[in-house]
């Protein structure tokens, strides 16, 4: 079976089965509540602050390691698919990268949806006054911006909108203590501690 694949469906092939085995195994833990804290943007250049992101007329999506995981995973089924010789190699790259695409984009959607479904029903922001989080998507100073963070906000992992009045922004993966809440926003001060005092 593997000799009578092409070099491109080979390489397609352990592509998708790579990602898609951490694809699926990414999910579960966050059905279950696993690892939801490590979930982080796709930072190139080791700054701190997330690279990539999509801005969307009701808020950010960001393009999260499972969004880059699902890219590959979808891409490389569809280019799997595709390279058996029958479609110009270059036209399955390029058809591979669109699905690939697709497939980011929509898990930002998707992700935000949970991200919604969890915010809602019996929770009240309000709750998270004085709660400690941590920034998810870096927070700029002094309120000229929404940055995101994440907290345990009544017993469930919670991802909110977030503003500072700090004179200089906030980064991913800095803890902060929510002091107010305006609408939705809460409204944070950095915490400082030792690992940010070494930033």
Do not use: H
């Not at 080791?46 to 699902?70: C, H, N, Q, R, Y």
């Not at 929770?123 to 006054?129: C, S, T």
Request: aromatic letters at 8%.
């Amino acid at each position: 079976m593997w000799q009578n694949l092409t070099t491109l469906q080979q390489v397609y092939f352990c592509i998708a089965t790579f990602f898609s085995v951490v694809l699926v195994v990414q999910f579960i833990l966050a059905i279950v509540g696993v690892g939801q804290d490590s979930e982080a943007d796709l930072d190139l250049d080791g700054d701190g602050e997330p690279d990539i992101t999509v801005d969307t007329s009701d808020g950010i999506i960001s393009f999260t390691l499972k969004g880059i995981i699902a890219f590959f995973a979808i891409g490389g089924w569809l280019g799997f698919a595709l390279g058996d010789g029958t479609v110009p190699t270059p036209l399955v790259i390029i058809l591979s990268v669109i699905a690939g695409f697709a497939a980011l984009v929509g898990v930002g959607f998707l992700m935000k949806w949970i991200m919604r479904l969890q915010s809602s029903g019996t929770m009240d922001i309000k709750n998270a006054v004085g709660k400690i989080a941590e920034v998810y998507l870096t927070i700029p100073a002094k309120c000229s911006g929404n940055g995101k963070i994440n907290l345990d906000l009544q017993g469930s992992y919670a991802e909110t909108e977030a503003i500072t009045e700090s004179d200089e922004p906030i980064k991913t993966g800095e803890k902060v203590k929510v002091v107010r809440t305006e609408g939705s926003v809460c409204v944070v001060e950095r915490l400082y501690n030792e690992r940010n005092e070494k930033q």
